[in-house]
């Protein structure tokens, strides 16, 4: 008994002196989540060495940068965006990585999006791709990009979201919350004036002030200021001699200075090219420098990078002071708290129905209808027995291609194959014309006979009911896709041509464009029906088919206009230097004259207008009121209106409203977009709207101050449904 009781005094001796000897681990600051991003930042500079700081600012693969192995903090991995998550790369060089648990959903193309005009599609596109992303244990999703659709031969505008700063911006804001919330970084792109692919990689940008302010930046400084973006790309091009990527106006002065951005400045794949001004100017990960032939005399090519040994040498000499190091890890460093360190954050999901569902409502909203005469759509399938469906993009792949942003997709269904679900037998397709096979960087002919195609397609066309005409560009080079700007405004691979013959067999042909861009239509007065069907991703084919089939009462409202001819555009208006340069510098003539803004002013006739897309119903907006006559300059315009649907069929109608300042000591477009609201109605319901204008938005950048203007006086505020259709005026005071 007496041996028990001091075995147990002992047993308890020894818990209470180890207790107190042996002393807890502490928890070191940078790991402690409910401390403030900031003070761990901090902490875990504090515990690095040099070279730990210089090995976060460039990459280490093809995808990926550095973390701290030795203090626990995870590595960088990136991915493309923006239309879903890009399947796995090799580790040194541009190969597929043929995983196979890396397919994804893929959404549709940024132009879709921004036809959509509906910032609700925004949000729910953000939420899923980002979901993917973070299944996919990315930190950084590179995307998306709002660079301004300046002219239609740009390869890559179908990646961005238009013409008008303002429609970008509202557009961009909730894409990129809604990707954040799930502990992925977006990483708005190009920034900036990256607005053709020819040259892209010196092509030397010179615009004004004011129209870099009005037109071009817009879109990034919602990103940051109201998004509160996590990382951003530099441009490929320079802008004022100096590259984009290290930018000290762009980099240091605005985006870093002025809107106060806290996050990580990445290069796009290339873009840094010189290791003082990748330190001095602004950015803070160097990705994607040639690695071939830096291999000379060095293990690993990274370390060759301009942001890794060549600047830890400056560092170390101290012609680099060893805050600019600082300042760029913890912007890292705090990348990495907020994405792959938070452990929080959710898990992600990948090529799920759900998301499927969200690509495929997306696509059904952005889809818009540019003609249809006699009513020839929807399709009324009980009086339909011979549908001709001709097109190579009726069945062709277009979520492959493109450059970055071509997806290896769980699932593409093409719109032969949902026509084919619904309308059966009836169908009966050709191809029509044949553009040659998928290739990154050069155009491979087909070998197929135009002529034979083309007989074969206007044989079909002469016996059908109705033609569908499913053609457009694709995502080749020289089509839409990087790297490369379109050739021709005309539709290319002889499709103008085979348009004419199948109207002269048949009548009732509806012609579906797919493509990121605006094209020539010399065929237009002699089609009924047109409908603009975008890149829309794994569901394109189920969508296109629920606008032609009346199961989906189009909405969507183009983000840019259609000019008649390319000579009408500003950018073409001027001589060679405007567009597309003389190989070294470029000159944005045409100023804030960019999109509606030109034809407008300059009062050009479109084919198509801005903000214009029709509906299988009709909409009456009645006169607006404002909510007083005179505001102050910090007030918010309330304009208020009804919209009623007075058909017979459920549909939207995107209002919109541009202002026009009557009396300006400086040139101003005859009107700019500051509001619009996309408003859904069931037949014969009528709704009453009220539209936000902030008197701020309707500044001016003053070159002689350097700041955003509002002068004192009357702005006119004209409400309709497409630049080229004005309903109503109404004047306000500002002073
Ligand atoms: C593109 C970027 C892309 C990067 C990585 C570049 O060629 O311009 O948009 O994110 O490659 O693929």
Same mark, same amino acid.
């Given at each position: 008994?007496?041996?028990?009781?001091?075995?147990?005094?002992?047993?308890?001796?020894?818990?209470?002196?180890?207790?107190?000897?042996?002393?807890?681990?502490?928890?070191?600051?940078?790991?402690?989540?409910?401390?403030?991003?900031?003070?761990?930042?901090?902490?875990?500079?504090?515990?690095?060495?040099?070279?730990?700081?210089? !090995?976060?600012?460039?990459?280490?693969?093809?995808?990926?940068?550095?973390?701290?192995?030795?203090?626990?903090?995870?590595?960088?991995?990136?991915?493309?965006?923006? &239309?879903?998550?890009?399947?796995?790369?090799?580790?040194?060089?541009?190969? *597929? !990585?043929?995983?196979?648990?890396?397919?994804?959903?893929?959404?549709?193309?940024?132009?879709?999006?921004?036809?959509?005009?509906?910032?609700?599609?925004?949000?729910?596109?953000?939420? !899923?791709?980002?979901?993917?992303?973070?299944?996919?244990?990315?930190?950084?999703?590179?995307?998306?990009?709002?660079?301004?659709?300046?002219?239609?031969?740009? @390869?890559?505008?179908?990646?961005?979201?238009?013409?008008?700063?303002? #429609?970008?911006?509202?557009?961009?804001?909730?894409?990129?919350?809604?990707?954040?919330?799930?502990?992925? /970084?977006?990483?708005?792109? &190009?920034?900036?004036?990256?607005?053709?692919?020819?040259?892209?990689?010196?092509?030397?940008?010179?615009?004004?002030?004011?129209?870099?302010?009005?037109?071009?930046?817009?879109?990034?400084?919602?990103?940051?200021?109201?998004?509160?973006?996590?990382?951003?790309?530099?441009?490929?091009?320079?802008?004022?001699?100096?590259?984009?990527?290290?930018?000290?106006?762009?980099?240091?002065?605005?985006?870093?200075?002025?809107?106060?951005?806290? @996050?990580?400045?990445?290069?796009?794949?290339?873009?840094? &090219?010189?290791?003082?001004?990748?330190?001095?100017?602004?950015?803070?990960?160097?990705?994607?420098?040639?690695?071939?032939?830096?291999?000379? %005399?060095?293990?690993?090519?990274?370390?060759?990078?301009?942001?890794?040994?060549?600047?830890?040498?400056?560092?170390?000499?101290?012609?680099?002071?060893?805050?600019?190091?600082?300042?760029?890890?913890?912007?890292? #460093?705090?990348?990495?708290?907020?994405?792959?360190?938070?452990?929080?954050?959710?898990?992600?999901?990948?090529?799920?129905? *759900?998301?499927?569902?969200?690509?495929?409502?997306?696509?059904?909203?952005?889809?818009? #209808?540019?003609?249809?005469?006699?009513?020839?759509?929807?399709?009324?399938?009980?009086?339909?027995?011979?549908?001709?469906?001709?097109?190579?993009? !009726?069945?062709?792949?277009?979520?492959?291609?493109?450059?970055? %942003?071509?997806?290896?997709?769980?699932?593409? +269904?093409?719109?032969?194959?949902?026509?084919?679900?619904?309308?059966?037998?009836?169908?009966?397709? %050709?191809?029509?014309?044949?553009?040659?096979?998928?290739?990154?960087?050069?155009?491979?002919?087909?070998?197929?006979?135009?002529?034979?195609?083309?007989?074969?397609?206007?044989?079909?066309?002469?016996? /059908?009911?109705?033609?569908?005409?499913?053609?457009?560009?694709?995502?080749?080079?020289?089509?839409?896709?990087?790297?490369?700007?379109?050739?021709?405004?005309?539709?290319?691979?002889?499709?103008?041509?085979?348009?004419?013959?199948?109207?002269?067999?048949?009548?009732?042909?509806?012609?579906?464009?797919?493509?990121?861009?605006?094209?020539?239509?010399?065929?237009?007065?002699?089609?009924?029906?047109?409908?603009?069907?975008?890149?829309?991703?794994?569901? =394109? @084919?189920?969508?296109?088919?629920? +606008?032609?089939?009346?199961?989906?009462?189009?909405?969507?409202?183009?983000?840019?206009?259609?000019?008649?001819?390319?000579?009408?555009?500003?950018?073409?208006?001027?001589?060679?230097?405007?567009?597309?340069?003389? %190989?070294?510098?470029?000159?944005?003539?045409?100023?804030?004259?960019?999109?509606?803004?030109?034809?407008?002013?300059?009062?050009?006739? +479109?084919?198509?207008?801005?903000?214009?897309?029709?509906?299988?119903?009709?909409? *009456?907006?009645?006169?607006?009121?404002?909510?007083?006559?005179?505001?102050?300059?910090?007030?918010?315009?309330?304009?208020?209106?009804?919209?009623?649907?007075?058909?017979?069929? /459920? @549909? =939207?109608?995107? /209002?919109?409203?541009?202002?026009?300042?009557?009396?300006?000591?400086?040139?101003?477009?005859?009107?700019?977009?500051?509001?619009?609201?996309?408003?859904?109605?069931?037949?014969?319901?009528?709704?009453?709207?009220?539209?936000?204008?902030?008197?701020?938005?309707?500044?001016?950048?003053?070159?002689?101050?350097?700041?955003?203007?509002?002068?004192?006086?009357?702005?006119?505020?004209?409400?309709?449904?497409?630049?080229?259709?004005?309903?109503?005026?109404?004047? +306000?005071?500002?002073?």
């Amino acid at each position: 008994m007496q041996n028990r009781v001091s075995r147990i005094l002992l047993f308890s001796l020894v818990i209470f002196l180890a207790g107190n000897t042996i002393a807890q681990p502490v928890k070191p600051i940078y790991l402690d989540e409910t401390r403030p991003i900031e003070e761990r930042v901090k902490n875990a500079l504090s515990l690095m060495t040099l070279e730990e700081k210089v !090995a976060l600012c460039h990459a280490q693969s093809k995808f990926s940068s550095r973390g701290v192995a030795r203090l626990g903090i995870p590595e960088v991995w990136m991915s493309d965006g923006p &239309h879903g998550v890009r399947e796995e790369i090799l580790w040194d060089n541009w190969g *597929e !990585a043929k995983w196979t648990n890396d397919s994804c959903t893929a959404f549709p193309a940024l132009t879709c999006l921004a036809a959509t005009w509906n910032p609700d599609m925004s949000a729910i596109y953000g939420k !899923a791709v980002g979901e993917e992303a973070r299944y996919r244990n990315k930190a950084v999703l590179l995307g998306p990009g709002v660079n301004i659709y300046r002219t239609p031969m740009n @390869g890559r505008n179908f990646e961005y979201m238009g013409e008008d700063p303002y #429609l970008a911006s509202r557009m961009v804001v909730p894409y990129i919350q809604e990707v954040q919330k799930n502990g992925v /970084a977006a990483c708005v792109k &190009h920034f900036a004036l990256n607005n053709q692919e020819n040259w892209r990689g010196h092509i030397d940008v010179q615009v004004s002030d004011r129209a870099l302010r009005e037109i071009y930046l817009p879109a990034f400084k919602a990103a940051v200021t109201e998004a509160k973006v996590w990382s951003i790309m530099g441009s490929y091009n320079q802008f004022r001699g100096e590259h984009c990527c290290h930018n000290d106006l762009l980099l240091n002065k605005i985006l870093k200075g002025e809107w106060k951005f806290d @996050g990580t400045v990445i290069t796009d794949w290339g873009g840094a &090219h010189d290791t003082k001004q990748a330190a001095l100017n602004g950015l803070d990960i160097e990705m994607g420098t040639g690695t071939d032939g830096m291999t000379r %005399s060095l293990t690993n090519a990274y370390d060759n990078y301009y942001l890794a040994l060549p600047f830890l040498d400056e560092l170390k000499k101290g012609t680099i002071p060893v805050s600019v190091v600082d300042e760029k890890a913890s912007r890292v #460093l705090r990348l990495i708290f907020r994405t792959v360190m938070n452990s929080k954050r959710p898990y992600g999901s990948l090529a799920t129905p *759900e998301h499927a569902q969200v690509a495929r409502k997306i696509a059904e909203d952005g889809i818009v #209808l540019l003609k249809n005469d006699g009513n020839l759509l929807p399709f009324d399938a009980s009086k339909l027995k011979n549908i001709a469906v001709i097109g190579e993009n !009726a069945t062709r792949k277009l979520t492959v291609g493109g450059g970055s %942003s071509n997806l290896k997709a769980r699932n593409e +269904v093409s719109p032969l194959q949902a026509l084919c679900a619904k309308y059966g037998s009836k169908i009966s397709y %050709s191809m029509g014309y044949a553009s040659g096979p998928p290739a990154y960087g050069r155009v491979i002919p087909s070998k197929l006979n135009a002529d034979s195609l083309r007989s074969a397609a206007v044989k079909i066309a002469g016996a /059908a009911d109705v033609v569908l005409f499913i053609g457009g560009l694709n995502k080749n080079h020289r089509q839409d896709c990087e790297g490369g700007d379109r050739q021709s405004y005309n539709l290319p691979f002889g499709q103008d041509k085979l348009i004419s013959e199948i109207q002269k067999v048949n009548k009732n042909v509806v012609v579906v464009l797919v493509s990121g861009n605006a094209v020539a239509m010399p065929w237009v007065d002699k089609v009924p029906a047109i409908v603009q069907a975008w890149y829309l991703g794994s569901e =394109a @084919g189920n969508a296109l088919t629920s +606008v032609l089939s009346g199961e989906v009462n189009p909405s969507g409202k183009l983000p840019f206009t259609f000019p008649k001819q390319l000579s009408d555009c500003g950018a073409h208006s001027f001589d060679k230097l405007c567009f597309p340069g003389d %190989s070294v510098h470029e000159i944005y003539k045409e100023d804030i004259l960019v999109g509606y803004r030109w034809y407008d002013t300059k009062t050009i006739p +479109v084919q198509f207008p801005f903000g214009y897309g029709l509906s299988y119903t009709t909409f *009456e907006i009645s006169k607006p009121t404002t909510d007083k006559p005179v505001y102050s300059r910090a007030e918010t315009v309330k304009m208020s209106f009804t919209v009623k649907n007075t058909g017979n069929v /459920a @549909g =939207a109608e995107v /209002a919109q409203i541009y202002v026009t300042q009557s009396k300006c000591p400086v040139m101003r477009p005859v009107k700019e977009l500051k509001g619009f609201k996309k408003v859904f109605l069931k037949a014969g319901e009528t709704k009453t709207v009220t539209i936000p204008i902030k008197v701020q938005d309707m500044a001016y950048w003053d070159e002689k101050t350097n700041n955003w203007k509002v002068d004192s006086g009357e702005f006119i505020l004209n409400l309709g449904t497409s630049a080229g259709d004005v309903k109503y005026m109404g004047a +306000v005071q500002v002073k």
